[in-house]
């Protein structure tokens, strides 16, 4: 996958209504979701929906299938559903480097791995560099359960958490992850604060799980026309500086060298819809 992820929609699997909605709100991924969002006695009908809706014609957003998790009984269905309807990548929920590896085994599509328990954060390097693995997701909740957190406002309680599946992510050479859901429905000013806490610490989109949510997140990551304007200056003036042979240039004032052309390079290529 080499489009953008900044909004991941999770919808039921077995719930035609909601997963059309989904499709329709504008999302960068929609995720089908054979887990959580399905009760135990709806996973054979969950698959099915999805089969269904994967075999039409695609639409702007990528389609994704959460399965459920290795070692529990849907585990192989759900991984035979995906060789079967071909979505365009596989979300894997408590993912460890193991999990990964079995998952690789079976599965040769693109993951998007959630780390979303205690031994999951302490590997997530090692899931990043496993085979197949493009972005981590950061899942919070469970997360949270887990190590007794309680949500603040601020976010700092899962600070470490966000921080740390940046560097892994940078370090294993993939993509930059992406954000914890926001479950507060109707908040949205909320949304809009906790997106841009995330983008400053280097998280490159957010997951959701309300059409409501997708338009902020989709601004949260994206460019601002400000943030566009220097990157495209100084690209210009890294270029120009470059065929006259010189290194450091000054741009509005401050210096410019190769890492600040690096990043303003990243901030034009996120304008243009390319990987974050």
Not at 133 to 139: E, K, P
Not at 217 to 243: D, K, Y
């Amino acid at each position: 996958m080499s489009g953008p992820l900044r909004s991941l929609l999770f919808a039921p699997g077995d719930d035609e209504r909601k997963l059309r909605r989904a499709l329709g709100a504008g999302a960068d991924a929609v995720v089908f979701d054979l887990e959580d969002a399905v009760a135990l006695t709806a996973k054979v009908q969950a698959r099915a929906v999805t089969r269904a809706f994967l075999s039409e014609p695609r639409g702007a957003a990528a389609r994704l299938v959460r399965i459920n998790a290795q070692g529990t009984p849907w585990f192989e269905d759900d991984v035979a559903l995906l060789a079967a309807s071909g979505p365009d990548a596989v979300v894997l929920p408590k993912a460890t480097p193991q999990a990964a590896a079995a998952l690789a085994a079976a599965c040769k599509l693109p993951v998007i791995a959630i780390v979303e328990t205690a031994i999951g954060l302490r590997q997530a390097f090692e899931t990043a560099s496993s085979a197949n693995v493009i972005a981590l997701l950061l899942g919070a909740v469970d997360l949270g359960a887990q190590l007794g957190l309680a949500t603040r406002d601020d976010g700092l309680e899962i600070h470490y958490a966000r921080s740390k599946l940046v560097v892994d992510s940078a370090a294993a050479g993939i993509r930059a992850p992406i954000d914890v859901v926001h479950t507060a429905i109707a908040d949205l000013d909320g949304l809009a604060r906790a997106a841009a806490l995330a983008r400053s610490l280097g998280l490159r989109g957010k997951a959701a799980i309300h059409p409501a949510h997708v338009a902020a997140i989709n601004e949260a990551f994206t460019p601002s026309a400000q943030e566009l304007e220097w990157a495209r200056r100084v690209v210009a003036a890294a270029a120009q500086a470059a065929g006259e042979g010189r290194g450091a240039i000054n741009v509005d004032g401050s210096m410019v060298d190769a890492a600040v052309v690096a990043r303003a390079e990243r901030i034009v290529g996120e304008s243009e819809g390319g990987q974050r």
